[in-house]
């Protein structure tokens, strides 16, 4: 499964949107895109997930550019209960590790 | 409401008492997993369970066991817990895994600490 690499930490202005970027140029053309996050002490929460096309849902936009290297979180209108670890995760079924292995991810820091 | 539920929240422990962290979904979901997080090491998958009767190592099973008679419940044991079993700990649970499928919804976690 593809590496990926992001941003140790970011901060965003409440009520702003939080583009939060992440790198996987060696993604293959059938993993997917998982984006998740953990709010301190608190189970990963599912986010998002895409294979090429930008998805849209109640949370978040995931865009991920024509060559699938990179891809962006967008949280519309962050908010302080946005503040947390963000995980992209680059996976396959059936791939070398078969499940899905969160990094150490980005810590979005809303500030007000 | 849909959830999965750990329990229990908190456990302060001693070496060598067998102990037994439960899992339960509500959701129907076929695959269950546990995990730990240490700091700095990130989450790493214990065990985990494709359905029923079916379960397999993750990365780091070595002192824990499970079990999976029923689909709802997935149980963690640790037989003879160590202080190097001190650890937040994550039941994690999936409708299915595979093909895109691998929405996780995870319990709110078991803060082990082993004495």
């Known amino acids: 499964d593809a590496k990926t690499t992001q941003p140790p930490s970011m901060d965003c202005a409440e009520g702003r949107a939080a583009n939060l970027p992440c790198n996987h140029s060696?993604?293959?053309?059938?993993?997917?895109?998982?984006?998740?996050?953990?709010?301190?002490?608190?189970?990963p929460q599912y986010i998002i997930h895409g294979l090429k096309n930008n998805e849209t849902n109640e949370?978040?936009?995931l865009i991920i550019t024509e060559d699938r290297k990179s891809s962006t979180l967008i949280l519309p209108?962050?908010?302080?209960?946005?503040?947390?670890?963000y995980y992209c995760i680059a996976f396959r079924y059936g791939g070398a590790t078969n499940?899905?292995?969160f990094g150490t991810g980005t810590l979005l820091a809303v500030q007000p | 409401e849909a959830q999965v539920t750990q329990n229990?929240?908190?456990?302060?422990?001693?070496?060598?008492?067998?102990l037994t962290v439960t899992c339960s979904q509500n959701m129907n979901h076929e695959y269950m997993s546990w995990y730990r997080q240490d700091p700095g090491l990130g989450l790493r998958q214990i065990y985990y369970s494709m359905n029923?009767?079916?379960?397999?190592k993750g990365d780091v099973?070595?002192?824990y066991k499970v079990s999976r008679k029923e689909k709802r419940n997935f149980p963690l044991i640790l037989e003879s817990p160590s202080p190097n079993q001190t650890s937040l700990y994550f039941c994690a649970s999936s409708l299915f895994y595979g093909q895109?499928?691998?929405?996780?919804?995870?319990?709110?976690?078991?803060?082990?600490?082993v004495l």
């Open chain 1, 26 to 43: 060696t993604i293959s053309g059938n993993e997917y895109v998982y984006w998740y996050r953990q709010i301190h002490s608190q189970g």
């Open chain 2, 52 to 56: 029923v009767e079916v379960t397999d």
């Open chain 2, 8 to 18: 229990p929240r908190y456990l302060i422990t001693v070496t060598g008492k067998k």
């Open chain 2, 61 to 63: 099973p070595e002192g």
């Open chain 1, 77 to 85: 209108h962050a908010t302080l209960r946005d503040t947390a670890v």
């Open chain 2, 100 to 113: 895109g499928g691998e929405k996780l919804f995870f319990g709110s976690g078991t803060q082990l600490s």
């Open chain 1, 99 to 101: 499940k899905l292995i």
């Open chain 1, 59 to 61: 949370m978040a936009s």
